[in-house]
């Protein structure tokens, strides 16, 4: 080997080197996120009453996912394909671990008591169930056969049990979203598609009649005509549209809602948070808001399409149209569309472990954009 050829390669073995030691980040995606989270701030301020004490823990949740993120995104997604399983197992236990043991409040059971904070693993389930089907259908052929979509919806379905009982029916139901869709963009056949439907159509009056509990079937009832129980039931729909409305396109200003500033919106700085965004932002700002979130997901389809592994590209679009399901569900709970339940607003409703699973998913996400430069850029 001559000399030349030899400095050569080890300057090329020096730049690889120094390659992995780059932190590999979407500084694309990363402005879109943290976007979203500085509008959260600014709304949980509002939202409760300028406390200082929900802004902090909320910046200290945002710094430790964002810290968890940037770790993740520097693993190989051969790694989270790998430890899927794994996850999904922790997260079953601690399902079960809150069924046992865990802290009870407003007559439900959600939440693991760690000393110096709460965990809530339903939390952790939408994001584990869509990494879990996603591994399970890339090892199989696609699209999937019988077997392999009966033991999916039978991987779904065991937490989504398990949150049932807790009880929280809205999260069972955006976990059940999140594996279907999912097994959706696998390719499942029509034939498929229509018979879930039929059945899911089938399954209403058992659910009605033997899952709901009677405060659950009165939410339901409560969204078709809230003026009935003003006082009771119709409060939090009623209060939450009359922000909404009240809000007009430009707004009252910042922290000047009279709905969220005189305690009239419950829940305005988790499940409601919308409901002040608009007051006091209007309509233009709720717009504003969900362009962010429309490039966010389409960053997301961007990376799927992008992605050479079957896995990267199932996992990938998973995340993006899961988010958007969120934020829809979100959205029509708020303005009445649909019945109250537990769906906080992604990156803008406080919470640690929805705000921290929520940037370990896009940590994930990254980790399958990296993949895809490197492939790229190595041919």
């Given at each position: 080997?001559?000399?030349?050829d ?19 980040l ?18 949980i ?35 989270w ?14 399902l ?16 693991l ?34 077997k ?59 659910l ?84 962010l ?9 961007s ?22 399901v969120?934020?829809?569900?979100n ?49």
């Amino acid at each position: 080997m001559h000399e030349s050829d030899f400095v050569r390669r080890i300057q090329s073995l020096g730049d690889r080197s120094d390659e992995k030691n780059v932190l590999e980040l979407d500084y694309f995606l990363i402005a879109i996120l943290l976007s979203l989270c500085s509008v959260g701030i600014l709304i949980i301020y509002s939202a409760t009453g300028q406390d200082t004490f929900f802004v902090k823990r909320q910046l200290l949740f945002i710094a430790f996912g964002f810290t968890l993120m940037c770790i993740m995104a520097n693993l190989s997604p051969r790694v989270w394909d790998r430890w899927a399983l794994f996850l999904y197992a922790i997260g079953i236990v601690s399902l079960g671990m809150v069924l046992a043991f865990g802290v009870e409040a407003n007559g439900a059971k959600r939440w693991l008591n760690l000393g110096f904070t709460r965990l809530q693993p339903s939390e952790l389930m939408k994001v584990a169930v869509p990494l879990m089907i996603s591994s399970y259908i890339s090892k199989s052929s696609v699209p999937p056969t019988f077997k392999t979509i009966l033991v999916s919806i039978m991987l779904i379905l065991l937490p989504v049990l398990l949150v049932i009982n807790q009880p929280d029916l809205g999260t069972a139901l955006l976990i059940f979203i999140s594996g279907l869709i999912v097994l959706f963009l696998s390719g499942i056949g029509r034939s498929y598609i229509i018979s879930g439907f039929i059945l899911a159509l089938a399954a209403i009056p058992s659910l009605w009649l033997f899952v709901m509990r009677d405060y659950q079937k009165q939410r339901v009832l409560t969204m078709f005509n809230p003026e009935q129980d003003k006082l009771g039931a119709g409060w939090n729909i009623i209060q939450s549209t009359t922000a909404i409305g009240s809000g007009g396109w430009y707004g009252k200003g910042w922290m000047n809602g009279t709905q969220s500033q005189l305690n009239f919106l419950p829940e305005s700085h988790t499940d409601f948070i919308i409901a002040v965004l608009a007051e006091e932002f209007g309509l233009v700002g709720v717009m504003v808001l969900n362009c962010l979130y429309l490039i966010l997901v389409g960053r997301c389809i961007s990376i799927s399409m992008n992605s050479e592994s079957m896995f990267g590209r199932l996992l990938a679009a998973s995340i993006g149209l899961t988010l958007f399901v969120f934020v829809l569900v979100n959205l029509a709970m708020v303005s009445g569309v649909l019945p109250v339940v537990g769906a906080p607003l992604p990156f803008i409703s406080y919470g640690g472990t929805a705000i921290v699973t929520l940037f370990g998913g896009f940590g994930i996400l990254m980790c399958i954009s990296n993949e895809s430069k490197t492939n790229r850029s190595s041919n």
